[in-house]
């Protein structure tokens, strides 16, 4: 029988409460550990002000004004669209590129941005996160790179596209 089991994960989700944003809410989840939700969302609101002096030092006129538009364009520029999924075809495994879909495309991001920020030690994870979250609106940084890694791996075995589906 098996079919994909859904949640009510995505109703309940409520909006953060200071920008009132599912994503960022989503995203205070997956930084929280051991359920300590506020301690996420003191981390996540330190990187925002931090964001937030940032951009109030930003010459460049095109840069976003809020905090939470970084954290917006962040996201969509770590978004994968394209990457490869392994598949067993007459005894041989290929990399086989697939598209990515929508709710999958969020959670990698979020995925490598916090792999990328926990990744790296010493400093205060506030601090870690503005500066990865302010590169990744740059299309700069860690998550940047493996985004652009993914992407690298299913142009290469583009050869193999024929066997998705």
């Known amino acids: ?9 995505e109703s309940q989700l409520r909006p953060d409460p200071r920008y009132g944003d599912r994503a960022l809410a989503r995203f205070v989840n997956c930084i929280m550990y051991d359920g300590k939700k506020s301690v996420a969302q003191r981390v996540i ?17 095109n840069a976003p004004k809020e ?15 394209v990457e490869v999924r392994s598949k067993r075809i007459g005894g041989a495994n ?6 990515v879909n929508r709710k999958r495309q ?10 990328a920020v926990r990744g790296e030690k010493g400093r205060p994870l506030a601090n870690k996160l503005a500066d990865e ?4 609106a740059k299309k700069e940084g860690k998550a940047m790179t493996t985004r652009d890694q993914t992407h690298r791996m299913a142009e290469a075995n583009r050869a193999f596209a024929h066997f998705a589906g």
């Open 106 to 115: 969020q959670s990698l991001a979020y995925r490598w941005i916090i792999e």
């Open 67 to 81: 905090a939470i538009e970084v954290f917006r364009l962040a996201i969509d520029n770590v978004k994968p669209f």
């Open 133 to 136: 979250l302010y590169s990744a």
């Open 45 to 61: 609101y330190d990187a925002m002000d931090i964001i937030q002096d940032k951009l109030g030092k930003e010459t460049d006129p």
């Open 94 to 99: 290929y990399q086989v590129p697939m598209p």
């Open 1 to 9: 029988m098996g079919g994909k089991k859904f949640t009510s994960a």
